[in-house]
């Protein structure tokens, strides 16, 4: 069993930054596939990014590439989330998830954080 404490959301301007983390613990973390997926009000949970387990190949929607970039640092059991150039529509609460194996998917995660809200003003 695998847990997840995601952190480092909050309120930014369009254009700002952002950087999540979520860590891990209770499981081999280079083992597992992580990913980050949001969810705004009303909306179907959505899948953003993803990172291999080991190899580190990454994937990631259209919206978001050239603006956020997934890394994981195994030897702190830490995903993180670097979003740059934001935009009001990334607002949503964003959620770590982790699914043992190398394939990045956009579903089937079998593990997930509690979430972290981030607001982007125009």
């Known amino acids: 069993q695998v847990q997840l404490v995601e952190s480092g959301g909050g309120l930014v301007q369009a254009g700002g930054s952002l950087r999540l983390s979520c860590a891990a613990s209770g499981g081999t973390f280079s083992r597992y596939t992580l990913a980050w997926f949001r969810q705004a009000p009303g909306k179907e949970r959505e899948f953003v990014a993803g990172?291999?387990?080991?190899?580190?190949?990454?994937s990631y929607i259209d919206s978001v590439k050239g603006r956020f970039t997934i890394s994981r640092d195994n030897g702190a059991n830490t995903v993180y989330l670097q979003m740059n150039s934001l935009k009001p529509d990334d607002t949503a609460v964003y959620y770590c998830?982790?699914?043992?194996?190398?394939?990045?998917?956009?579903?089937?995660?079998?593990?997930w954080g509690q979430g972290t809200q981030v607001t982007v003003s125009s």
């Open positions: 998830a982790a699914r043992r194996g190398t394939a990045i998917t956009q579903s089937r995660y079998d593990y």
């Open positions: 990172i291999s387990s080991w190899s580190g190949s990454t």
